[in-house]
């Protein structure tokens, strides 16, 4: 299996703090590539590097075989790098179904029904997005990464403020999305068990570098994660 999407010895400095150091990591398609660790630890610095939305003070960013270290977030986007958000980015007065539309409008989405069905929003389309619950309204951020048939699907913490049940679900549409589109999924998330559940290789960071990388078994086993992380967070 071919890697997609990677990235070698990212660094990001701010002023004399330096944030993430010499990070790397490769994505291949219908992966889920778990990343963990403590606050502070460097998972948003990450995930905005490899976003485009930071600009890394040393590393490169590859597509494939090119390297796009500069090229922008909306560049990237439309090139077949998409990302979600911490805090959902739905628009509260309007429906799902004209969000939706909004956004496949933009990427040359060519099978939006297809999104709809593979999140489960066909129930709430005619329902303005502030009306929905916070659990539906992070599916629809899922749908809006999904559309204009991503290659790479980076997420950042999709679970933040959702109950147990409610974690699980939108995890388990994850876990099927990425096997029967052949994503390769990036997940930054503090539900360190809905991690190892759904991935197939986690890294973990810990003051901004790679502390270890491997199957969540390993991860899960490993003397320095727990002592850095699982043996205070899981």
């Known amino acids: 299996m071919s890697v997609v999407f990677q990235a070698h010895g990212l660094s990001v400095r701010y002023g004399a ?83 939706l539309e909004m956004v496949a409008r933009r990427n040359a989405e060519p099978d939006l029904d297809a999104v709809v069905d ?32 991503p290659r790479v699907v980076l997420l950042d913490e999709p679970c933040a403020g959702l109950v147990a049940d409610e974690s699980a679900r939108l995890l388990d549409h994850v876990r099927a999305l990425c096997t029967d589109r052949g994503l390769a999924v990036l997940l930054v998330e503090h539900d360190v068990e809905g991690v190892f559940r759904t991935s197939d290789v986690v890294t973990v960071l810990d003051l901004g570098r790679v502390l270890m990388t491997g199957t969540p078994e390993a991860v899960r086993a490993d003397e320095r994660v727990v002592k850095a992380y699982l043996g205070t967070a899981a």
């Open 118 to 149: 593979a999140v489960g929003l066909r129930e709430v389309l005619e329902q303005p997005c502030h009306a929905i619950a916070y659990g539906t309204q992070r599916s629809v951020d899922l749908a809006l990464a999904l559309i204009g048939r």
């Open 17 to 99: 703090v330096t944030a993430l150091q010499e990070a790397s990591i490769a994505l291949e398609p219908g992966i889920v590539h778990g990343v963990i660790g403590p606050n502070g630890a460097g998972k948003s610095t990450f995930i905005d590097a490899l976003s485009g939305r930071r600009r890394p003070t040393a590393g490169r960013v590859l597509l494939g075989d090119e390297d796009i270290t500069r090229r922008s977030g909306r560049w990237r986007r439309r090139h077949g790098v998409a990302r979600s958000f911490q805090r959902t980015s739905v628009f509260g007065s309007m429906t799902v179904r004209a969000q």
